[in-house]
């Protein structure tokens, strides 16, 4: 599945080393503003043990984990919504993805300039949300004034968009985002093909100096402040220090450069599991001698459209799903054995695919 998380944030936050730590591909990460003038595009693993549980069991000849897209999109700048700073080019870059995730700088450093001159990473964050949100009022403002003469004249479906757009503009004039607009899953569903920036989910990201990687700072204080009522995850990661761990050989140096900051994990690995989440994607498994392999599928989805994620024949001719919990195939340690237990069961079309299910597709073309 082509989904995509996009990194914003102003210049010299951190997004393209926080990209680089995530991605095989290099962007350039340079000290001075738009570095990155079109989008880098990374395909990125999705940290998650269930596999190598799966596999130790199998043995497989191969393992395939499951993938998300991360887009490094160039600073914005004040006036992007208006063309500063190449903003259109940029703002159409973040409207290609699905979620946001949102480089704050939390870290003092005399030696890399903040385009502002001074660090605040609460005023930075009004300053994206400004400019996404005036992007969202021109784009309400042309729709509203389409569908406005075909709603005074008693068209039905033009009254019911123009009533939910008045919604959104409302809300969006009193510098709130769309993602908190007042209306109901239906009614987003109607705005859906507006594509407002600032109704993606969004993740910050708090870049902090190596001393304040475990228990934050006052800047990252300030920002879990200021989102308290959005419905928002904040990460606090110290994107120079992800970059060192990068750049290790081994599992064991990076464990021992872990327990020496007190982390038990890289900060990157949180963020690729948070960003997994945040554009609502859960995981199932299929497994063979030939291959153990993560499937992504959307929350929610049911057994032949899961199917189809293998390959589109799998889903037109979908006949039933043979389906095993992950935690009876761990358990159990074989589908035979699941089978004699009574733990292997048959599902139909409406059967809805859980987060982490073992399955096997019968399908006929």
């Not at 999705?46 to 499951?66: G, H, K, Q």
């Not at 500063?84 to 890399?112: K, T």
């Not at 291959?291 to 899961?306: C, D, L, S, Y």
């Amino acid at each position: 599945m082509a989904l995509k998380c996009g990194i914003v944030g102003l210049p010299n936050v951190g997004k393209s080393t926080l990209f680089n730590c995530l991605s095989n591909a290099k962007a350039q990460a340079a000290n001075f503003p738009f570095c990155t003038i079109e989008p880098n595009v990374g395909t990125i693993t999705v940290p998650d043990e269930r596999l190598n549980a799966l596999a130790e069991i199998v043995n497989p000849e191969r393992i395939m984990p499951t993938t998300i897209e991360i887009v490094d999109i160039a600073g914005l700048v004040k006036g992007a919504s208006k063309g500063e700073g190449l903003g259109n080019q940029f703002l159409g870059n973040i409207r290609e993805c699905d979620a946001i995730i949102h480089v704050l700088r939390c870290f003092e450093d005399g030696n890399i300039v903040h385009v502002d001159g001074s660090v605040d990473p609460v005023r930075d964050k009004e300053v994206i949300d400004m400019e996404l949100q005036l992007k969202d009022l021109e784009t309400l403002g042309k729709r509203i004034d389409k569908v406005r003469k075909q709603a005074t004249v008693g068209d039905k479906e033009s009254k019911k968009q123009f009533d939910i757009y008045e919604k959104f503009r409302l809300h969006l004039e009193q510098g709130k985002s769309a993602r908190s607009a007042p209306v109901d899953e239906k009614e987003r569903e109607i705005a859906s093909d507006l594509y407002l920036l600032t109704d993606k989910p969004v993740m910050y990201v708090c870049n902090v100096e190596e001393t304040s990687v475990v228990d934050g700072n006052a800047h990252t204080k300030a920002v879990l402040e200021a989102v308290r009522d959005e419905e928002a995850e904040v990460l606090v990661l110290g994107v120079g220090i992800e970059a060192d761990i990068s750049s290790l050989d081994t599992f064991e140096e990076r464990q021992m450069f872990l327990d020496d900051i007190g982390l038990k994990a890289p900060g990157v690995s949180r963020l690729i599991t948070s960003a997994y989440d945040l554009l609502k994607l859960q995981t199932y498994f299929t497994a063979g001698v030939k291959e153990v392999r993560a499937w992504t599928i959307e929350e929610g989805m049911k057994a032949p459209r899961a199917a189809g994620v293998i390959h589109t024949d799998f889903e037109k001719g979908f006949i039933r799903a043979e389906v095993i919990g992950y935690d009876d195939y761990i358990e159990l340690r074989s589908e035979n054995a699941a089978k004699e237990a009574g733990k292997l069961h048959v599902e139909g079309k409406e059967y809805v695919v859980k987060d982490g299910d073992v399955m096997h597709f019968r399908f006929n073309v």
